[in-house]
């Protein structure tokens, strides 16, 4: 077999200059929410994921390096990272809202109706999850050049360098995926803060206060009225009175 017919080694690029701000930090808390945990996983499991491919690529395992690195290993990572997200977000919404019902005496009941559930966090994981498009689209490319990777040799190393340039573009999509998810949580926060500030501004009915009050003095007048001698009290108050007094 000539040079030309050898198969390329499989080189996995180094990732890390692509995942840009995953990897070094964007200074920012969303929301107020400290994201940098959610970040720093995902940056470990694309490093990991490529570990994983080059250890496999020594032992001439190609199909199985570049599934490694491939598609789903991206596509998993990044929506883990959506989902801790997501959790994270909720678990805030809820305790702030708490806070604040708690804090204008909202009725229990009421309180447990507007909390978000199950609807509210998969809406909100549609939102976040909407960053990855341009992710997603550079997976499909990445894993529509993985096989021609694969079996790339000296008479087809293009084949090799176009997959090797789509991993690349991967790390820089995934970068700015997670930049705009942290876009997105800064606005979901601003959707939710809106409502808590509803919920602070909430007051008890003053209509039901006024009759609740209206008659309570109706009832302790009248009852000072027959006690006074003004009023001939009726009969079931006077057998009451009768059975209390020795």
């Known amino acids: 077999m000539s040079g030309t017919d050898t198969?390329?080694?499989?080189?996995?690029?180094?990732?890390?200059?692509?995942?840009?701000?995953?990897?070094?930090?964007?200074?920012?808390?969303?929301?107020?929410?400290?994201?940098?945990?959610?970040?720093?996983?995902?940056?470990?499991?694309?490093f990991e994921s490529a570990g994983e491919a080059r250890r496999l690529a020594s032992r001439e395992n190609r199909t199985a390096a570049v599934q490694a690195i491939g598609r789903d290993a991206w596509l998993a990572a990044w929506e883990e990272a959506v989902g801790s997200t997501v959790a994270l977000l909720m678990?805030?919404?809820?305790?702030?809202?708490?806070?604040?019902?708690?804090?204008?005496?909202?009725?229990?009941?009421?309180?447990?109706?507007?909390?978000?559930?199950?609807?509210?966090?998969?809406?909100?994981?549609?939102?976040?999850?909407?960053?990855?498009?341009?992710?997603?689209?550079?997976?499909?490319?990445?894993?529509?050049?993985?096989?021609?990777?694969?079996?790339?040799?000296?008479?087809?190393?293009?084949?090799?360098?176009?997959?090797?340039?789509?991993?690349?573009?991967?790390?820089?999509r995934l970068e700015a995926a997670w930049l705009a998810l942290e876009d997105e949580v800064t606005r979901e926060a601003a959707r939710w803060q809106q409502e808590a500030n509803l919920v602070a501004a909430w007051r008890r009915p003053v209509f039901g206060v006024l009759v609740a009050g209206a008659a309570g003095t109706a009832v302790a007048l009248w009852l000072g009225l027959i006690f006074g001698g003004y009023l001939a009290p009726p009969e079931w108050l006077a057998a009451l009175w009768r059975e209390m007094t020795p």
Not at 98 to 105: I, K, Q
Not at 129 to 145: D, P, R, Y
């Open 91 to 172: 678990e805030r919404v809820r305790a702030q809202l708490d806070a604040e019902a708690r804090a204008v005496g909202l009725p229990k009941r009421r309180r447990r109706r507007m909390l978000p559930g199950n609807e509210e966090a998969r809406a909100a994981g549609a939102r976040l999850g909407s960053s990855g498009t341009g992710l997603v689209q550079a997976l499909n490319q990445l894993e529509h050049l993985a096989g021609p990777a694969v079996a790339a040799t000296g008479l087809d190393s293009g084949a090799m360098a176009a997959w090797q340039r789509a991993l690349r573009l991967a790390g820089r």
């Open 7 to 46: 198969l390329l080694p499989l080189r996995i690029p180094e990732l890390g200059p692509y995942l840009g701000r995953i990897v070094s930090g964007t200074g920012r808390t969303p929301g107020g929410l400290h994201l940098d945990g959610i970040r720093l996983r995902l940056a470990t499991r694309i």
